[in-house]
């Protein structure tokens, strides 16, 4: 799968059910808050909460857990920065917030604790059967010259050809298509079994709607985070 | 000859006009042969189509160089760990040919956990006239035998055969994401997640790991590798990319198990430039040697860089593939577009670099005229012959005609993965479920 493709295939539609802002309008205002400095912490608000929706919801790639637990580990560190000296003149990370720095730190702490949950769980992977480092024969016993100057490297003596850009030319349609079988079922209705299509631009930007920034306090539980991960420690 | 016509016959008759796209059609990787007459695909059905160049024809000038369905074969089928209770794709992740030794080809397919040798092997002549066996291979009646006679081969229609070689099985806990063969012929190397295995190309059953970062502690799993290939003449090195942006090049005479980097190419973060998606557009997606094996190029989410082994403090060229998309890097990162891993691809004589982009859009670069040109794969522009029009993605102010402005791109069609010619300017580009292969028009007219 994908990385790119995976929350969509599998259906997952994760609209905030409060969200009916309309589409455009939406866009344009996270657009101007995503290069308003002043929107930065909103922003951080935002992306962490996308972030734990993707962490839990997300398709299983170790890649994008990693990349994603750092992105909420960083954020983490922004909110907690944003949060110690509690000017008063902050007032965009209170009314976002619609918890108290205390719980939030509880929310935080509760997180580490799904992050090392889920990272635990891969301590149980069965033995690996490739050689062990200790086993491995020693390779160096074999080469023991230094290597060459890398840049001493000899051209390959292949004469290769010198593109022109710009002028590129099809060789042939006849390679358009997936060069496999015609629908052996034609007659048959499988479009329960069908999955999502990729949503168009203008539905993605509806569906950006969800990300956008400075959303009113009360479109934001803070219960629902608690029920999913009640849900996640359940499993 | 007939057969094999037929069987191109039916191949073609395998095409069919997608008006709709199944998940199993979609092209997961694209990779030439050495000498360029062999293209082969492979897809998220687990499947891998071979493709051939056709010699020149005197009756159909125009059919020179043109890449015709030689054969398709299921490589992989979907299955489940038990211990586990994991699906495992059936997902061509990655194909790489192997040097040809004798008259049949060879190829190495993997998907999450399993990597396949293939040989691909025609035959074009069959024995005929056994003394004991009649021409179904059945025993003759000895009684009916009364004279001896000596069997010869007879030319029969090509027949082409893909046949599984050997089955790398059980070297891997996390997804393979890589795989390389060495320029040693006799070894490759696979890499996940994790861990990178070196594997003998005759022995299934062992593997070395030659690395491991996976930490005592899976929580402070902080990196991962995402790519991975060995240097193209010094069978000693390789080099894998790390999710942090981080190139390390390795030496196998160093130690066996090459925790030790023996350099590190990393370019020093701007801190003013940090923000939420830093280190998620930093990744770096794939990793090339140059064929000269001076170089290696990288693709990130943003930009494709040029490294000079001999440097490891920052790239040599850096090059922007879609730099208009960083002020939407928020929506890129809800809809999961940000996670998409760009493939990168150098030309025969590494002065061209060329990478993949949205919107069916491709990226060429030059690097000595430092010119650059966005092409666009799609079915208007794949007419045989029509020229690619350069493309251009209007970023605000002033829009030209044909201008394509940033919120008009369609992120759903996106360009992964590409494939160059080893020595000729014929490129091939995955496009979804579709395959594109263009030529250069100046230099096909000049030969």
């Known amino acids: 799968m994908e990385p790119g493709s995976g929350t969509v295939v599998a259906g997952v539609k994760r609209k905030h059910p409060d969200d009916h802002g309309d589409p455009q309008e939406v866009k344009a205002e996270k657009e101007s808050q995503e290069q308003a400095p002043s929107s930065r ?19 299983q790639s170790l890649l994008r857990q ?102 590129f030319e099809s060789m042939s349609d006849r390679y358009l298509g997936d060069l496999v079988p015609d629908d052996f079922f034609p007659d048959i209705d499988t479009s329960d079994v069908e999955r999502d299509p990729w949503p168009s631009p203008s539905a993605l930007a509806a569906y950006g709607a969800a990300c956008s920034l400075g959303q009113p306090r009360a479109e934001w539980h803070w219960t629902e985070l608690d029920q999913i991960l009640e849900i996640i420690k359940g499993s | 000859m007939g057969e094999d016509a037929d069987t191109r016959k039916i191949n073609h008759s395998f095409l069919r006009d997608h008006s709709y796209v199944t998940e199993a059609d979609i092209i997961s990787t694209v990779e030439f042969n050495h000498t360029g007459e062999l293209l082969a695909t492979g897809d998220k059905g687990g499947r891998v189509v071979i493709f051939q160049r056709e010699p020149e024809s ?77 021409e179904e291979g059945k025993l003759k009646d000895l009684s009916t035998v009364t004279s001896l006679q000596v069997p010869v081969l007879k030319p029969m229609d090509l027949m082409v055969e893909v046949s599984p070689r050997r089955i790398f099985a059980n070297g891997h806990t996390y997804h393979i994401n890589s795989i390389s063969v060495n320029s040693d012929c006799e070894t490759y190397m696979s890499a996940d997640d994790l861990r990178i295995n070196l594997w003998h190309l005759a022995i299934t059953d062992r593997s070395f790991n030659i690395v491991d970062i996976k930490p005592a502690n899976m929580e ?92 490891e403090t920052k790239p040599i060229e ?71 029009k350069p493309r251009r993605v209007c970023v605000g102010g002033k ?17 992964l993965h590409t494939a160059w010619h080893p020595a000729e300017n014929i490129i091939a580009i995955a496009a979804t479920n579709n395959l594109y292969i263009f030529q250069d028009k100046v230099n096909s007219e000049m030969h």
């Not at chain 1, 922003?43 to 962490?55: A, I, N, P, V, Y």
């Not at chain 2, 369609?410 to 360009?415: A, E, G, L, M």
């Open chain 2, 220 to 311: 402070d799993l902080t990196e991962v590798i995402t790519a991975s290939e060995f240097h193209p003449h010094h069978c000693n090195l390789f080099v894998y990319s790390s999710s942090k942006g981080s190139l390390r090049l390795c030496d196998m005479r160093a130690s066996a198990l090459c925790d030790k980097h023996s350099k590190l190419f990393e370019e020093p973060e701007d801190p003013s430039n940090r923000s939420f998606f830093s280190e998620i557009i930093s990744s770096v997606s794939d990793v090339k040697f140059s064929h000269s094996g001076r170089f290696m190029l990288t693709r990130d989410y943003l930009t494709v860089k040029v490294w000079d082994l001999n440097m």
């Open chain 1, 41 to 59: 912490s909103n922003l951080g608000q935002t992306l962490f909460r996308l972030s734990m929706d993707k962490f839990q919801l997300g398709p």
């Open chain 1, 66 to 167: 990693v990349l994603i637990t750092n992105t909420l580990n960083y954020i983490k560190e922004k909110m907690n920065l944003e949060r110690t000296p509690a000017p008063p003149q902050e007032p965009g990370l209170e009314l976002l917030l619609p918890v108290t720095a205390q719980s939030a730190n509880n929310f935080l702490r509760e997180l580490e604790v799904i992050l090392g949950l889920r990272a635990t769980q891969d301590c149980c992977e069965p033995p690996d059967l490739s050689w062990s480092p200790a086993s491995a024969p020693d390779v160096s016993s074999d080469c023991r010259q230094t290597p060459p100057p890398l840049g001493a490297s000899v051209l390959p003596s292949v004469r290769v050809e010198e593109p022109t850009l710009g002028s």
């Open chain 2, 318 to 388: 850096t090059y922007q593939v879609h730099d208009y998309l960083r002020s939407k890097l928020c929506s890129l990162y809800e809809n999961d577009c940000i996670f998409d891993k760009f493939e990168c691809a150098w030309n025969g004589s590494d002065s061209v670099i060329m990478t993949g982009a949205y919107n069916n859009f491709f990226r060429m670069f030059d690097r000595n005229t430092k010119r650059d040109v966005t092409l666009e794969a799609s079915r208007e522009s794949s007419k045989p012959r029509a020229i690619l």
């Open chain 2, 399 to 415: 829009r030209r005609k044909d201008d394509i402005s940033v919120d008009s791109l369609d992120f759903t069609k996106k360009i």
């Open chain 2, 58 to 134: 005197k009756n159909e000038p125009h059919s020179q160089g043109e890449y015709n369905v030689y054969s398709t074969f299921q490589s992989h089928e979907p299955e489940f760990d038990y211990l586990k209770s994991l699906e495992i794709e059936e997902k061509i992740n990655k194909i790489k040919w192997l040097p040809q030794q004798n008259a049949a080809h060879s190829l190495l397919s993997t998907n999450d956990k399993t990597i396949k040798l293939w040989k691909v092997t025609e035959r074009d002549k069959r024995p005929e006239g056994y003394n004991l066996k009649d």
